[in-house]
């Protein structure tokens, strides 16, 4: 590969194996030594909630505002006490053999707990979510790891990996996929990368991706493609924020236009979400910068739209009221008025009215060289 890769990271820091296992054995500890002097044990959490999350545009991410709650052990809380303390014990197990689970075993682990199993994954999914707030780790340290994967990239980018048994190093070349790609693996801190890509472009769709894989717009534009598939996993955001902090490469999002991609995709991308503030300045991406597709793309391009729904609807407008990001950024409240006021919602691929590749043509090159057309 020709010069591009200039640039090297080097590992990042991340919390030590034996150090969740102590925090682990240091609460259930704590639980036990208040059982034994008779004094009812608890367990604190933060609320994982919107309402109890800030916005400093310094920082760039939403932080928690200190309001917890108390798991206090009572006849009504006894089954999710100990479900509580048996995913902790698990967790412990887990980490300690060096290995994981999917949030889908954690589920079906239960089934050995007799009374305190899980009915339903959600149940076991929000118990997982409560242990990670309350360690103020995220769960990939606990060992548990999602089901779906983090997330596909293309470009001018060497990902240097390792290999499990020997230790020894991986490269990954991003150029060398053909059609397709390389995935995010779910845990990304012992990666590496080398690359002088001029920035790095997160897509929501997939078909787009592969579009602009297909005619290799990376090589065009110089850049790293990264697809997110929706809203981005944990991974993906992970990747993307140490990829843009350790190699200095500005991040550049594009979206469908409307509420979702907006409030749920971008927004959680940036900035993070009210259910994992305790965790959002590790996993959102603070540098990123919207390009489109914006409402106001829908005129000056003359797209084909779809009306919006009632849902879309009452999306924005408790955006608008409630979502501290957007309360910040009058940019952003311009953009969610002009939509409703326009009462259309606009995807990718409605480019494709003018031609195929309009977007890596036409599109993607004029809104790089317009930055007052982008949002915040």
Request: glycine share 6%; aromatic share 10%; proline share 5%.
């Amino acid at each position: 590969m020709r010069s591009m890769m200039k640039r090297v990271t080097t590992m990042s820091k991340e919390t030590k194996p034996t150090e969740v296992v102590k925090k682990i054995t240091g609460i259930a500890k704590e639980v036990y030594d208040n059982i034994k002097v008779k004094t009812v044990p608890s367990l604190v959490m933060p609320i994982r909630a919107l309402q109890n999350v800030s916005y400093d545009a310094k920082a760039g991410f939403f932080e928690l505002l200190g309001k917890t709650k108390e798991r206090t052990l009572t006849a009504s809380t006894v089954k999710t006490f100990a479900q509580t303390l048996l995913m902790m014990n698990e967790s412990k197990k887990i980490v300690g053999d060096d290995d994981i689970a999917t949030k889908r075993e954690m589920y079906y682990i239960s089934k050995n707990w007799g009374d305190a199993m899980f009915k339903e994954q959600p149940e076991s999914d929000s118990v997982m979510d409560d242990v990670e707030s309350m360690m103020l780790v995220n769960r990939e340290q606990l060992g548990f790891i999602p089901e779906e994967k983090g997330g596909d990239v293309a470009g001018q980018l060497i990902v240097i990996d390792k290999d499990p048994d020997t230790g020894k190093a991986i490269r990954i070349d991003c150029t060398q996929f053909g059609s397709g790609a390389y995935s995010v693996p779910s845990s990304v801190e012992h990666l590496q990368f080398k690359t002088d890509a001029k920035f790095i472009l997160a897509i929501e769709t997939a078909g787009m991706f592969q579009r602009l894989v297909k005619h290799k717009y990376w090589k065009k534009a110089n850049c790293i493609l990264v697809s997110m598939g929706g809203v981005p996993t944990r991974a993906c955001r992970r990747f993307i924020r140490r990829l843009a902090d350790d190699m200095k490469v500005p991040v550049y999002v594009f979206t469908d236009g409307d509420p979702y991609g907006f409030l749920n995709i971008y927004r959680t991308l940036k900035v993070g979400s009210g259910n994992a503030a305790h965790i959002n300045k590790f996993f959102c991406v603070p540098q990123a910068k919207f390009i489109g597709v914006t409402p106001q793309d829908i005129i000056d391009y003359k797209l084909p739209t779809h009306p919006l729904k009632d849902v879309d609807i009452k999306r924005i407008k408790d955006g608008i009221k409630n979502d501290p990001f957007v309360q910040y950024h009058k940019e952003w409240q311009n953009a969610l008025n002009l939509m409703v006021k326009m009462k259309k919602r606009v995807e990718q691929q409605a480019f494709a009215k003018h031609s195929l590749n309009f977007v890596l043509e036409k599109y993607l090159p004029e809104k790089l060289k317009n930055q007052k057309t982008w949002l915040p």
